[in-house]
């Protein structure tokens, strides 16, 4: 399961979705993989009833006690520290209620999320993403791992990845439909010829770049890309170093994220913050210690001042 957990520290899995995503189905699958079994008790608590149940003779087998909860105040740091003390947990497992703002939930000092999985059903991703993408972005920007389950006959996966990205770009997505996992899709469908000796990006493909680069890099090494951005600049940059970006917006209009990647660039010493440029440069993937390892690193050829662009990032 990972790294070794201190003794003193109580690990919380989480497992986070909106209603029929399919949590317990998943929860069900775990607690029945042999990597999973641990010798101590398990305490899982459940804050919404699907059509699912959890099986009794699995949950004898694997020492699990259930406790279903009905509304927040029932998670209070106080009620999970009781709740400790009555069942004596060695882990915890939470199916998260997707109608609660997870932002909102609070744990004791001594636990500790360990991992954060979000289950979402693609058949009605779309409805929760118009309706309710604030409580979508609270679930999906802590976690590890997003599985998106029931894709059978949706088209464009790639630019739902694009959105989850968007909210958590650290995070691993994958697909599944009835037969499986599904196979990521092909560099065709980018909005921008990859073999162009420079690949031009326009305003509008600047989300989809970013999000691709970071997810794909191996695409892009050694590629030429052209595009206008924000100059960024710190006094903790290296001298010729500063960070081309865009301000795009992840959730609403409250939350606004700047997207860039580290530029080497002799030009860097005469650019401001908030200066316009058109930077073309040689994509490179390399450790920088602001990405926490290897990330994509722009060698710039080019700098030229450039007129602003207006528009926020958009990832469709």
Not at 47 to 54: A, I, P, R
């Given at each position: ?23 317990t ?8 993989q ?35 909860v ?57 409805l ?15 976690s ?13 996966l790639e630019?739902y ?14 697909f ?32 989809i ?55 080497k ?52």
């Amino acid at each position: 399961m990972g790294p070794m957990i201190d003794d003193d520290i109580t690990p919380v899995f989480l497992i986070n979705g909106f209603l029929e995503a399919g949590k317990t189905e998943f929860l069900t699958f775990t607690m029945e993989q042999p990597y999973f079994q641990t010798e101590g008790k398990t305490l899982l608590i459940v804050c919404e009833e699907g059509e699912e149940e959890y099986d009794e003779e699995l949950l004898a087998d694997t020492r699990t006690s259930v406790v279903y909860v009905d509304s927040m105040k029932d998670i209070s740091p106080e009620r999970l520290t009781e709740l400790e003390l009555l069942y004596q947990p060695e882990r915890v497992l939470i199916e998260w209620n997707g109608m609660w703002n997870q932002d909102e939930f609070r744990i004791p000092a001594d636990w500790t999320i360990y991992q954060q999985i979000t289950i979402i059903d693609m058949s009605t991703f779309d409805l929760y993403v118009k309706n309710m993408k604030s409580l979508l972005n609270a679930m999906v920007k802590g976690s590890e791992l997003i599985i998106c389950n029931r894709c059978d006959g949706i088209e464009d996966l790639e630019r739902y990845k694009r959105m989850l990205m968007s909210m958590n770009t650290k995070c691993e997505i994958v697909f599944e439909d009835e037969n499986g996992e599904i196979d990521e899709i092909s560099e065709e469908d980018l909005p921008y010829d990859l073999s162009a000796e420079v690949v031009k990006i326009d305003k509008d493909a600047y989300g989809i770049w970013y999000i691709d680069c970071m997810d794909k890099p191996e695409r892009y090494v050694g590629k030429t890309v052209e595009f206008t951005a924000m100059v960024l600049k710190s006094p903790e940059f290296p001298k010729n170093y500063f960070v081309p970006g865009r301000m795009a917006m992840t959730c609403c209009a409250d939350d606004m994220t700047f997207l860039g990647y580290v530029c080497k660039s002799r030009e860097a010493r005469h650019l401001e913050t908030r200066q316009w440029v058109t930077v073309r440069a040689k994509v490179a993937v390399e450790y920088w210690k602001d990405y926490g390892g290897e990330g994509p690193v722009l060698y710039a050829e080019e700098v030229v001042p450039a007129e602003p662009i207006e528009e926020v990032v958009q990832f469709g």
